[in-house]
């Protein structure tokens, strides 16, 4: 009996070590390739990441599958000769699932040497900056996830009205506090604001759900049970994208909340002996004691600032491919975004990359060899050397070197990266001014 029973443990754990390794080798090969890449295009974490301690990690693989963020052979972490590494940094958003299923504790999610970064804002435990009266919330204080950047929004706002109650209510042109952005963290301290009664503003520059409303359609948020102010508790482990944006909308709509949509900040600056800041949009300007940045660290989307770049039928990002059927497509840019947006797009468009350089670079093998196919086999059309020099309803015009042509035109998706939010932190002298 005895003997039965060790045959049967041992034929266990050799199955285990079989699953783990056959998944490892799976893992590993490809994610070198992305290794690679990551080193060559310097790619850092954007917030909290893994830290892997090599000595005590067994390479089972456990982390790699529980990441929500790996997706076939797609993941931030992989093993890449014999380690375990962060091989797709930009991927991660931080959700410490790959801690909690490590059996070893090899996996601590930190912010690892980003703590040092100089775009790292110093922080009090009421998340104000080194500028006395500026707040940080959400993301861009190094801690990621919707919850945690809901959280973040609500105590901040709970400690301004604190500090608002036991100042003079004094001039009737200034706000409580101007809120930049509305994200998950911003669209919390906004309902926040109007819960404590407090005089608020607050200014977007896109649209209501930040980052979430850009990601894919249908995309389920892995979260932990979330409260909303004047919502309530949202008790969901996982919650679809949609339906969050809808109850965001609700209360939007419900509260009639003072928000400027389509605006963008372009600078803070402290007035009259800084008895309040000055917060200057593309098109207005708002006096106010407090000022909460919940800006993000994604960046905004950076335009090619030509004619007509304003209609309609420019987009900066791809949501919903399936939207998108015999149309004549124009997709700018030549890094991974652009590459699977225009192969995916091509499926069923007349797809045309343009790419102002003459080649590709930094660009993942797995999306070369897509776009290589994808013009070999006539779908997508490649113009490289070419810039887009006007938009109209029905056409855009395009320089490719010298020569200008005018080509028909559905839609256009400039994917040329983004403008991160740093430059506004250091004119405020919240951050270093060391570029980095
Ligand atoms: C692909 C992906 C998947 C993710 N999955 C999950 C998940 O499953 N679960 C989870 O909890 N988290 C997830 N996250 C992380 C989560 O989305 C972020 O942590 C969260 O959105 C941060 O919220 P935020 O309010 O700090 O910033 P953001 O959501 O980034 O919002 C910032 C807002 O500020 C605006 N803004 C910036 N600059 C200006 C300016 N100058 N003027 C006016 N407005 C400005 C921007 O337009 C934007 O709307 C994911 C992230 C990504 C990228
Ligand atoms: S922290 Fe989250 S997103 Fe990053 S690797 Fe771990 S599980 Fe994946």
Not at 242 to 268: A, P
Not at 414 to 425: S, Y
């Amino acid at each position: 009996m005895t003997w039965l029973l060790i045959v049967i443990a041992i034929l266990v754990i050799v199955s285990f070590l079989l699953y783990n390794f056959a998944s490892m080798g799976m893992i590993g090969k490809k994610s070198s390739e992305a290794y690679k890449n990551s080193l060559k295009n310097q790619i850092k974490p954007l917030t909290r990441h893994p830290v892997i301690d090599h000595s005590i990690c067994i390479l089972c693989g456990s982390c790699i599958r529980a990441c929500p963020e790996t997706h076939g052979d797609d993941s931030p972490l992989g093993i890449v000769d014999g380690r375990l590494l962060l091989v797709n940094p930009a991927k991660c958003v931080g959700h410490a699932q790959c801690e909690m299923q490590c059996p070893t504790g090899a996996m601590t999610v930190t912010l690892g040497e980003l703590a040092a970064d100089p775009n790292m804002p110093v922080l009090t435990k009421n998340n104000e900056t080194i500028v006395p009266g500026i707040f940080i919330a959400g993301e861009l204080s190094g801690v990621p996830l919707v919850k945690n950047a809901i959280d973040q929004g609500n105590e901040v706002i709970k400690y301004i009205a604190l500090k608002a109650s036991a100042e003079e209510s004094g001039d009737s042109e200034i706000f409580d506090v101007v809120i930049v952005g509305l994200g998950p963290s911003g669209l919390s301290a906004t309902l926040s604001a109007h819960e404590h009664k407090l005089k608020y503003v607050t200014i977007e520059q896109r649209a209501i759900g930040g980052t979430v409303s850009n990601y894919p359609k249908q995309k389920m948020i892995m979260t932990s049970p979330i409260n909303l102010p004047l919502y309530g508790t949202i008790k969901k482990s996982e919650i679809q994208k949609e339906e969050l944006i809808d109850i965001w909308n609700s209360m939007v709509k419900k509260y009639n909340l003072n928000l400027h949509v389509g605006e963008k900040v372009e600078s803070i600056f402290s007035e009259a002996n800084g008895k309040y800041f000055n917060v200057s949009t593309n098109t207005a300007a708002f006096k106010t004691k407090n000022v909460i940045l919940c800006l993000g660290r994604r960046g905004t989307p950076r335009k090619l600032g030509i004619k007509g770049e304003e209609l309609l039928k420019v987009t900066y990002g791809l949501i919903d491919p399936d939207a998108y059927q015999k149309k004549k497509i124009i997709v700018v840019g030549g890094g991974d975004s652009a590459i699977e947006a225009a192969v995916v797009l091509s499926k069923n468009n007349e797809v045309i990359l343009s790419y102002r350089k003459d080649s590709f670079f930094r660009v993942k093998d797995k999306n070369m060899r897509a776009i290589k196919n994808a013009e070999e086999n006539g779908s997508i059309k490649i113009m490289l050397n070419s810039e887009l020099t006007e938009i109209t309803e029905k056409n855009v015009s395009i320089k490719i070197n010298e020569d200008l042509s005018v080509v028909e035109n559905d839609y256009v998706f400039v994917l040329i990266g983004g403008e991160p939010p740093f430059p506004l932190l250091r004119s405020m002298g919240i951050i270093k001014d060391t570029e980095k």
